[in-house]
């Protein structure tokens, strides 16, 4: 095992990558230079020809992508700013997502489309978004937010190896997290998500750096006699939903807490699929807690108060529990 930080997790997942396969390639603006620290000593190792520094030109650098993916390489590309993937709508929605199908399965698209997500930082509208929600609409696209340094490596990992696109959607305020992490390789499967904490009288699902904010609202809520089972879906598409399924039948209250905003939103998708599918169960309606629907300011006084916090979480949480009597009665 080896204490690292969620960008130096990453890096071991490319390096990994990269050693065990001579196809794997990272691709981006800035990355022989390791601006950001996911690419230390690459160069070095694995020469120019597999670390790629690429122009300014999101459109035309992941068309580059996906042709050399349909060519027999695995692509990394590596974003830099989430933002920067609207310039790419074309190529992600119209030819990665669609080109399997378009070919009748002769060709596949293994490539890995990285991007970061700077909210909470002051970096204004331009750089702030978390646009995931907006991909899950798209078939043959595969979406995965990493919570940690452990779910950073390994849901890298299984990222390259799968013969779609997987967007990986990186939460900048958990960069500079630090836990144990195997120094073996691993991986960890798209579609399944991670019971963080069992519990019976609220489900709280919590997405990307909501996890961590979930997990401190779990201790203050456990010493008020509130049991949270906590659950990080780890990819929003594909959606573990038969997990999130049965631990509303089991608590019968469910809180989803994302940051990213409310309208169309991955909390509303969670939502619908238990309004669908464990409706009985519930003693209360299904909350969220999600940022607004507004763009990010510059000003940190402004921009804080938008996301959800670990006391939000505590709040809405407690709420929901003791809501008509429920706690501890919840269907079984």
Same mark, same amino acid.
């Given at each position: 095992?080896?204490?690292?930080?969620?960008?130096?997790?990453i890096a071991a997942a490319q390096? !990994?990558?990269?050693? !065990?396969?001579? &196809?794997? %390639?990272?691709?981006?603006?800035? =990355?022989?230079?390791?601006?950001?620290?996911?690419?230390?000593?690459?160069?070095?190792?694995?020469?120019?020809?597999?670390?790629?520094?690429?122009?300014? @030109?999101?459109?035309? $650098?992941?068309?580059?992508?996906?042709?050399?993916?349909?060519?027999?390489?695995?692509?990394?590309?590596? *974003?830099?700013?989430?933002?920067? /993937?609207?310039?790419?709508?074309?190529?992600?929605?119209?030819?990665?997502?669609?080109? &399997?199908?378009? $070919?009748?399965?002769?060709?596949?698209?293994?490539?890995? $489309?990285?991007?970061? /997500?700077? *909210?909470?930082?002051? +970096?204004?509208?331009?750089?702030?978004? &978390?646009?995931?929600? /907006?991909?899950?609409? =798209?078939?043959?696209?595969?979406?995965?937010?990493?919570? @940690?340094? *452990?779910?950073?490596?390994?849901?890298?990992?299984?990222?390259?190896?799968?013969n779609d696109p997987v967007l990986?959607?990186?939460?900048?305020? #958990?960069?500079?997290?630090?836990? !144990?992490?195997?120094?073996?390789?691993?991986? %960890?499967?798209?579609?399944?998500?991670?019971?963080?904490?069992?519990?019976?009288?609220?489900?709280?699902?919590?997405?990307?750096?909501?996890?961590?904010?979930?997990?401190?609202?779990?201790?203050?809520?456990?010493?008020?006699?509130?049991?949270? !089972?906590?659950?990080?879906?780890?990819?929003?598409?594909?959606?573990?939903?038969?997990?999130?399924?049965? +631990?509303?039948?089991?608590?019968?209250?469910? #809180?989803?807490?994302?940051?990213?905003?409310?309208?169309?939103?991955?909390?509303?998708? %969670?939502?619908?699929?238990?309004?669908?599918?464990?409706?009985?169960?519930?003693?209360?309606?299904?909350?969220?807690?999600?940022?607004?629907?507004?763009?990010?300011?510059? +000003?940190?006084?402004?921009?804080?108060?938008? *996301?959800?916090?670990?006391?939000?979480? =505590?709040?809405?949480? &407690?709420?929901?529990?003791?809501?008509?009597?429920?706690?501890?009665?919840?269907?079984?």
């Amino acid at each position: 095992m080896a204490r690292m930080n969620y960008l130096a997790a990453i890096a071991a997942a490319q390096r !990994e990558a990269l050693r !065990e396969d001579d &196809r794997v %390639i990272v691709m981006g603006e800035d =990355v022989r230079a390791n601006l950001y620290g996911t690419a230390p000593g690459f160069v070095d190792e694995f020469g120019l020809q597999r670390v790629l520094n690429l122009p300014i @030109s999101e459109a035309g $650098f992941t068309g580059v992508a996906i042709g050399a993916a349909m060519t027999g390489l695995r692509p990394i590309v590596d *974003y830099s700013y989430a933002t920067f /993937m609207y310039l790419a709508m074309d190529q992600l929605v119209n030819q990665a997502a669609k080109n &399997r199908y378009m $070919f009748g399965g002769q060709a596949t698209i293994p490539v890995v $489309f990285r991007a970061s /997500m700077w *909210y909470g930082a002051s +970096s204004a509208a331009h750089h702030s978004d &978390r646009p995931y929600a /907006m991909f899950m609409g =798209v078939p043959g696209l595969n979406i995965a937010v990493p919570s @940690s340094p *452990y779910e950073a490596k390994g849901l890298l990992r299984a990222a390259v190896a799968c013969n779609d696109p997987v967007l990986v959607f990186e939460d900048a305020t #958990l960069w500079a997290r630090k836990e !144990e992490v195997p120094d073996e390789p691993y991986s %960890i499967p798209l579609g399944v998500a991670n019971v963080v904490r069992e519990g019976g009288d609220v489900t709280v699902v919590a997405i990307a750096g909501a996890v961590h904010l979930a997990k401190q609202a779990t201790e203050e809520l456990t010493a008020q006699g509130i049991s949270v !089972e906590l659950i990080d879906p780890r990819t929003l598409s594909p959606l573990d939903t038969d997990t999130i399924v049965r +631990s509303v039948q089991k608590t019968g209250h469910l #809180l989803v807490v994302d940051p990213a905003p409310r309208t169309c939103g991955a909390a509303a998708e %969670i939502a619908a699929v238990v309004a669908e599918h464990a409706h009985d169960a519930l003693c209360a309606p299904v909350r969220r807690l999600t940022a607004p629907d507004v763009h990010a300011p510059f +000003s940190p006084a402004m921009e804080k108060p938008l *996301y959800p916090s670990a006391a939000d979480i =505590v709040c809405a949480a &407690r709420d929901l529990a003791l809501r008509n009597g429920c706690v501890g009665s919840a269907p079984r």
